[in-house]
T-cell receptor, first 114, second 113 residues
Framework: DAKTTQPPSMDCAEGRAANLPCNHS???????VYWYRQIHSQGPQYIIH???NNETNEMASLIITEDRKSSTLILPHATLRDTAVYYC???????????????FGQGTILTVHP | KAGVTQTPRYLIKTRGQQVTLSCSPI?????VSWYQQTPGQGLQFLFEYFSETQRNKGNFPGRFSGRQFSNSRSEMNVSTLELGDSALYLC????????????FGQGTRLTVV
């Protein structure tokens, strides 16, 4: 499985955009980039995922570089409830079967402050 | 649409006992994966089931086992419990297709004393 590198922690002011970076230089051509977050003692929450193109949903935007070696998760207007551990994961299998495994790293602890 | 349901939410067991945890996936999802989360090791993949067959397995001892029923509900079993098995056990369901996202339940907090 491709490995990801994320900063251990980040801060963001409430109402501002939170930009969480992730490096995944060993990603293979058929692997997706997934983002999840986990609020203390709860199950991880799916945020967004993408293969090559940038993606946007009601929660966030995902920007993937053209060489696919890094990506950025953008929370456009962070709130206090966005304080969580954010995990960037590379996995899946475009056009095939994923076999379920997501390899979680240590993630980024995002703290949103007033 | 109902989410992933895990039961029980909390469990206390004694060393040497066995335990069975249950997971009901999102309706229509045929893939169920199980994870163990501890403060020291983080989130680690246990195994994945799809249509009642184990398709993938993580690096855990044989004391950890699972199964999936025809309605896609899954159970995992841990035999001969050790103190180190104390953890949050999470299950995730997905369609099983190559790019599908997985949705997690709230987990079962197992404490072994």
């Amino acid at each position: 499985d491709a490995k990801t590198t994320q900063p251990p922690s980040m801060d963001c002011a409430e109402g501002r955009a939170a930009n969480l970076p992730c490096n995944h230089s060993t990603i293979s051509g058929n692997e997706y980039v997934y983002w999840y977050r986990q609020i203390h003692s709860q199950g991880p929450q799916y945020i967004i995922h993408g293969l090559k193109n940038n993606e946007t949903n009601e929660m966030a935007s995902l920007i993937i570089t053209e060489d696919r070696k890094s990506s950025t998760l953008i929370l456009p207007h962070a709130t206090l409830r966005d304080t969580a551990v954010y995990y960037c994961i590379v996995g899946g299998n475009a056009g095939g079967t994923s076999y379920g495994k997501l390899t979680f790293g240590q993630g980024t602890i995002l703290t949103v402050h007033p | 649409k109902a989410g992933v349901t895990q039961t029980p939410r909390y469990l206390i067991k004694t060393r040497g006992q066995q335990v069975t945890l249950s997971c009901s996936p999102i309706s229509g999802h045929r893939s169920v994966s199980w994870y163990q989360q501890t403060p020291g090791q983080g989130l680690q993949f246990l195994f994945e089931y799809f249509s009642e067959t184990q398709r993938n397995k993580g690096n855990f001892p044989g004391r950890f086992s699972g199964r999936q029923f025809s309605n896609s509900r899954s159970e995992m079993n841990v035999s001969t419990l050790e103190l180190g098995d104390s953890a949050l056990y999470l299950c995730a369901s997905s369609s099983g297709q190559g790019g599908a996202e997985a949705f997690f339940g709230q987990g079962t907090r197992l404490t072994v004393v």
